[in-house]
């Protein structure tokens, strides 16, 4: 049992450049987010899935763009990275009620 | 706007002494409050999950909710140097797929 798969751990971008930042999850779970956690700041949601086919902005959305391909993926992009950009990048999924269970985090730093 | 409001510490204890954790939160309507332990580099991780006022014990980790105060704490009780970390409060509206996070508590355990 994997849990949520993050891919890639690493990756180095230029400022411009775009990249698609991959989630997985084989619990079944309906809902998965995406978050950013900078220092200081605490984990901060990007976009959120409630169910297949749905997708919502979260606190700071500009710049990302989200696909939830199937009930298991749910993809984020970024079409023009910028410094600012430079975070650590989780995904979660959640069912129903319950806790909420994380990848293992993508280190993103935008030059 | 929902908050979650956590001292960023650093808290600091002495082995084998009893390391307490706050969290308040502004949403009356919460209905479910989880406190997750991040290490370094490392991604979230569940400790506890309260969902109803008292105490709820688990191990050395006793979570503790006041629903009419709108605040829940952890206690960490013989605090050993594993236990350094960061420590997450989320909190769940009812009805609601998006969890409220504080930005965190870090403590330090030292020998």
């Known amino acids: 049992n994997a849990g949520v798969t993050q891919t890639p751990k690493f990756q180095v971008l230029k400022t411009g450049q775009s990249m698609t930042l991959q989630c997985a999850q084989d619990?079944?779970?309906?809902?998965m987010y995406w978050y950013r956690q900078d220092p200081g700041m605490g984990l901060r949601l990007i976009y959120y899935s409630a169910s297949e086919g749905t997708t919502d902005k979260g606190e700071v959305p500009n710049g990302y763009n989200v696909s939830r391909l199937n009930k298991r993926e749910f993809s984020l992009r970024l079409e023009s990275a910028a410094p600012s950009q430079t975070s650590v990048y989780f995904c979660a999924s959640r069912l129903g009620n319950t806790e909420a269970f994380f990848g293992q985090g993508t280190r993103l730093t935008v030059v | 706007q929902k908050e979650v409001e956590q001292n960023s510490g650093p808290l600091s204890v002495p082995e084998g002494a009893i390391a307490s954790l706050n969290c308040t939160y502004s949403?009356?309507?919460?209905?479910?409050f989880f406190w997750y332990r991040q290490y370094s580099g490392k991604s979230p991780e569940l400790i506890m999950f309260i969902y109803s006022n008292g105490d709820k014990e688990d191990g050395r980790f006793t979570a503790q909710l006041n629903k009419a105060s709108q605040y829940v704490s952890l206690l960490i009780r013989d605090s050993q140097p594993s236990d350094s970390a960061t420590y997450l409060c989320?909190?769940?509206?009812?009805?609601?797929?998006?969890?409220?996070f504080g930005r965190g508590t870090s403590l330090i355990v030292h020998p």
């Open positions: 989320a909190v769940y509206g009812g009805g609601s797929y998006i969890p409220t």
């Open positions: 949403d009356r309507g919460s209905q479910s």
């Open positions: 619990m079944n779970h309906n809902s």
